[in-house]
């Protein structure tokens, strides 16, 4: 990327006060180009508002951060002079090391109050390759976007499991590296397994049957039960469905 290539923020919300405090006002994101996407009324699935922001910004070179609402930086963003825009970024990601997922990114996660705060994710120095992203953050730029137009979100997805299937995506079709990126962060959200994560789950599976990898809540893609056979995540309500069946 070019000195002084334009980052921006992309944050869908239905949380005003979280947008407000964790982007608006946030004294680490002062004079940061930040694009709040309203999705109160709508109510559309994440992956349409990230197309749309993207088609929006497409014609010039940018770097387009795409965010939850829940994510707090707690320091500056990272230097992005010196990346490859051939690549697929983001804050926290899972690789298959042997046959069990490490989880790269040290950050905070919490509950949306805060609460129940604890640290996960192995601290990074600089850019750390990994198979999948985590939906909280992804980073691309405008360049690769343009030069593969079928690189995009899935729209057959809403809110869960978009970043996994746009690695992959990104990996199988396109011959990408996916990298997590050090930066200073706390997520406000445990995360919990719903009925649309299974779906999810299922979808991934039908697109990529002959795929196996790593996410940081299961692992996915139609191959993912050889994995499973393996490793069990660490996940109490994965392993509370499992119990009940």
């Known amino acids: ?21 964790f ?9 940061v180009d930040i694009t709040p996407l309203d999705n109160r009324e709508r109510g559309a699935g994440l992956p349409v508002l990230y197309n749309e922001f993207i088609a929006a910004n497409l014609e010039r070179d940018a770097w387009l951060f795409f965010l939850h609402e829940d994510f707090e930086f707690l320091g500056p963003l990272a230097e992005l002079s010196a990346l490859r825009t051939e690549a697929v970024y983001g804050t926290f990601g899972a690789r298959l090391e042997g046959r069990k997922p490490r989880m790269y990114g040290r950050h905070t996660c919490s509950n949306k109050d805060g609460s129940n705060a604890r640290k996960t994710g192995i601290e990074i120095a600089g850019p ?34 978009y970043a996994e299937e746009f690695c992959l995506n990104a990996q199988e079709n396109h011959g990408l590296p996916v990298m997590v990126l050090p930066a200073r962060f706390q997520h406000y959200s445990y995360g919990r397994i719903t009925e649309r994560y299974r779906e999810g789950l299922a979808h991934l599976a039908e697109r990529y049957p002959d795929s196996a990898m790593p996410g940081t809540c299961t692992f996915l893609g139609g191959r ?4 499973e056979a393996g490793f069990t995540y660490d996940n109490k309500a994965l392993q509370a469905e499992a119990a009940g069946r």
């Open 128 to 161: 750390t390759w990994v198979d999948t992203l985590d939906c909280q953050s992804i980073l691309l730029h405008t360049a690769m976007l343009r030069a593969r137009p079928t690189l995009r979100f899935d729209e057959g997805l809403s809110f869960d499991l």
């Open 23 to 31: 982007f608006i006002g946030n004294p680490h994101l002062q004079g």
């Open 1 to 21: 990327m070019s000195e002084g290539t334009p980052v921006r923020l992309a944050v869908p919300f239905i949380n005003e006060e979280m947008l407000e405090r």
């Open 224 to 227: 993912a039960a050889e994995l």
